[in-house]
């Protein structure tokens, strides 16, 4: 399932997005969509609405447009509409070519921020001090050389980095409409498709190479003019070749393949009128080869990196949409013996009527600890009125020290006297800080509390054999040892759904 104008309208990372939605147990229904746009911080809510419904729905929203996910966007009379190309329709065909499907999403502020690095800024940086010593230190013509191996190299790149999953914009700009009958503009049935294969290497990778080599060289012109020339007059077969894939064996022309073959024929135009041949030599030549090796070696290494890392995320995906199931989440949870708490009042929050439980065994003296209350207080943020929390510290009078009982009578001071957020916001603040005085500060207060409930709590504790922390208790069940605590993301709405399990 394409939808690449949605994912880069929304500003996420394409590959994290498609991993996490093709290993999702449920794939490829709405349901994984939903789940994985609320992961990737897109919070969401799908509804089936009738279109007579539909003129009552925000500027935006996404729909199954054409069987596609699509991001619609109202735009005056009519809808621009973006899965995977964009697209214009009016009222009438966007609800014939719908589903009743809607999903209404809200983003959040670190929803663009699970992207991966961006290696382009910087390589903006060095093509910019690349032009900038060469308009500043060689000739005009000399200078128009190197732009032309600047833009060889940035095209190449754009190519290599779509043989991998990633969407070009600049390459979808250039080749426009590759669907249906406008198959003669079509760039995927030429780089694709590309059948050469040498130790694993494409084509198009060998025009990065090219490109790459002629950028480094290019600096040192006028000195290695002869060298220069005479791997433009080369270029004149690769030319050849590819003119001859796309006429007679694809017989289909690719717009990105006809700008690169028009760059090297500026090229060719240029070293042969305005490059003078200069003296040849032996030391020149071995420079010349080790520079081709290793930008050779460099692009097979990352073809090879690149090619293991997809084939390792899709047998990966396919392995966590196993995991992933919740039937077998559940069974795995049902194994453990469920435990019987006392009704013992220490820090309940959420909606203490809630039919899904989850307590928290944890020590706030555990460094492990933190990472198990970040997911507790996200599942209190977006499930408030549908989860009830129970945090339970352990605490021994003979084993703690004065730290750890002043501390722990600060949290019950907030709890009893301040509103829950200000009490996880303490909760957030020692976990961060490790300060006893800063907490008892937010209490202000540093009377001695009554802490016989947590006493009895950590006699409840032990006797259910939950000395390790931290522990994810769910409806009394201990959280399963085969799953890493993160996962519940991925089983709490059917968990609340379950009635079975309630």
Same mark, same amino acid.
């Given at each position: 399932?394409?939808?690449?104008?949605?994912?880069?309208?929304?500003?996420?990372?394409?590959?994290?997005?498609?991993?996490?939605?093709?290993?999702?147990?449920?794939?490829?229904?709405?349901?994984?969509?939903?789940?994985?746009?609320?992961?990737?911080?897109?919070?969401?809510?799908?509804?089936?609405?009738?279109?007579?419904?539909?003129?009552?729905?925000?500027?935006?929203?996404?729909?199954?447009?054409?069987?596609?996910?699509?991001?619609?966007?109202?735009?005056?009379?009519?809808?621009?509409?973006?899965?995977?190309?964009?697209?214009?329709?009016?009222?009438?065909?966007?609800?014939?070519?719908?589903?009743?499907?809607?999903?209404?999403?809200?983003?959040?502020?670190?929803?663009?921020?699970?992207?991966?690095?961006?290696?382009?800024?910087?390589?903006?940086?060095?093509?910019?001090?690349?032009?900038?010593?060469?308009?500043?230190?060689?000739?005009?013509?000399?200078?128009?050389?190197?732009?032309?191996?600047?833009?060889?190299?940035?095209?190449?790149?754009?190519?290599?980095?779509?043989?991998?999953?990633?969407?070009?914009?600049?390459?979808?700009?250039?080749?426009?409409?590759?669907?249906?009958?406008?198959?003669?503009?079509?760039?995927?049935?030429?780089?694709?498709?590309?059948?050469?294969?040498?130790?694993?290497?494409?084509?198009?990778?060998?025009?990065?190479?090219?490109?790459?080599?002629?950028?480094?060289?290019?600096?040192?012109?006028?000195?290695?003019?002869?060298?220069?020339?005479?791997?433009?007059?080369? @270029?004149? =077969? /690769?030319?050849?070749?590819? +003119?001859? #894939?796309?006429? !007679?064996?694809?017989?289909? *022309?690719?717009?990105?393949? &006809?700008?690169?073959? @028009?760059? =090297? /024929?500026?090229?060719?135009? +240029?070293? #042969?009128?305005? !490059?003078?041949?200069?003296? *040849?030599?032996?030391?020149? &030549?071995?420079?010349? @080869?080790? =520079?081709?090796?290793?930008?050779?070696?460099?692009?097979?290494? !990352?073809?090879?990196?690149?090619?293991?890392?997809?084939? &390792?995320?899709?047998?990966?995906?396919?392995?966590?949409?196993?995991?992933?199931?919740?039937?077998? !989440?559940?069974?795995?949870?049902?194994?453990?013996?469920?435990?019987?708490?006392?009704?013992?009042?220490?820090?309940?929050?959420?909606?203490?009527?809630?039919?899904?439980?989850?307590?928290?065994?944890?020590?706030?003296?555990?460094?492990?600890?933190?990472?198990?209350?970040?997911?507790?207080?996200?599942?209190?943020?977006?499930?408030?009125?549908?989860?009830?929390?129970?945090?339970?510290?352990?605490?021994?009078?003979?084993?703690?020290?004065?730290?750890?009982?002043?501390?722990?009578?600060?949290?019950?001071?907030?709890?009893?006297?301040?509103?829950?957020?200000?009490?996880?916001?303490?909760?957030?603040?020692?976990?961060?800080?490790?300060?006893?005085?800063?907490?008892?500060?937010?209490?202000?207060?540093?009377?001695?509390?009554?802490?016989?409930?947590?006493?009895?709590?950590?006699?409840?504790?032990?006797?259910?054999?939950?000395?390790?922390?931290?522990?994810?208790?769910?409806?009394?069940?201990?959280?399963?040892?085969?799953?890493?605590?993160?996962?519940?993301?991925?089983?709490?709405?059917?968990?609340?759904?379950?009635?079975?399990?309630?």
């Amino acid at each position: 399932m394409i939808f690449d104008k949605l994912i880069n309208h929304l500003k996420l990372d394409k590959q994290e997005f498609t991993f996490q939605f093709n290993s999702h147990p449920n794939y490829p229904s709405a349901l994984a969509f939903s789940d994985t746009l609320n992961f990737m911080g897109v919070k969401n809510d799908a509804y089936e609405l009738d279109k007579e419904y539909w003129d009552e729905l925000p500027e935006e929203f996404i729909a199954i447009v054409d069987n596609s996910f699509s991001l619609v966007k109202k735009s005056g009379a009519g809808y621009s509409v973006y899965s995977e190309k964009a697209k214009t329709l009016n009222k009438e065909e966007l609800h014939k070519k719908s589903t009743d499907f809607v999903l209404l999403f809200e983003k959040t502020e670190n929803a663009e921020n699970r992207a991966a690095f961006d290696f382009k800024p910087l390589l903006y940086v060095v093509f910019a001090i690349i032009l900038g010593y060469s308009f500043f230190t060689q000739t005009l013509f000399e200078a128009l050389f190197n732009v032309l191996s600047l833009a060889g190299v940035y095209i190449s790149m754009e190519i290599f980095n779509q043989k991998f999953g990633n969407t070009s914009t600049v390459i979808g700009s250039i080749c426009g409409d590759t669907s249906g009958k406008q198959a003669t503009n079509s760039c995927d049935k030429i780089i694709k498709q590309d059948k050469t294969s040498i130790l694993g290497l494409k084509f198009s990778d060998f025009s990065l190479i090219y490109f790459t080599g002629l950028v480094v060289l290019g600096l040192f012109l006028p000195a290695t003019a002869y060298i220069v020339k005479g791997f433009t007059f080369v @270029s004149v =077969l /690769a030319v050849a070749y590819s +003119l001859y #894939i796309q006429a !007679f064996v694809e017989k289909a *022309f690719c717009r990105v393949c &006809l700008l690169i073959i @028009s760059i =090297l /024929a500026g090229q060719l135009v +240029l070293s #042969i009128l305005f !490059f003078e041949n200069t003296v *040849f030599t032996i030391g020149m &030549l071995l420079l010349t @080869s080790v =520079l081709w090796i290793l930008i050779f070696c460099t692009v097979l290494y !990352f073809t090879n990196i690149l090619t293991q890392k997809e084939a &390792l995320q899709k047998s990966n995906a396919k392995n966590l949409r196993f995991k992933r199931n919740y039937e077998l !989440f559940k069974s795995q949870l049902l194994e453990n013996e469920k435990i019987e708490f006392q009704d013992t009042e220490t820090f309940s929050l959420g909606n203490k009527d809630a039919k899904l439980r989850l307590s928290i065994v944890s020590n706030p003296y555990c460094g492990f600890c933190k990472d198990g209350h970040k997911i507790m207080e996200g599942l209190l943020e977006k499930y408030p009125d549908d989860i009830s929390v129970q945090i339970r510290f352990n605490y021994s009078p003979e084993r703690a020290d004065e730290k750890y009982t002043r501390l722990l009578s600060a949290f019950n001071f907030m709890y009893h006297n301040k509103p829950q957020k200000e009490f996880l916001n303490a909760v957030e603040q020692w976990f961060e800080t490790r300060d006893e005085e800063k907490i008892v500060s937010l209490a202000r207060s540093s009377d001695a509390q009554d802490l016989t409930p947590f006493i009895e709590m950590t006699m409840d504790n032990n006797n259910a054999g939950l000395n390790f922390t931290p522990i994810f208790i769910l409806n009394g069940h201990q959280f399963p040892d085969k799953y890493d605590r993160e996962d519940i993301w991925f089983f709490v709405d059917e968990l609340m759904e379950d009635e079975d399990f309630q």
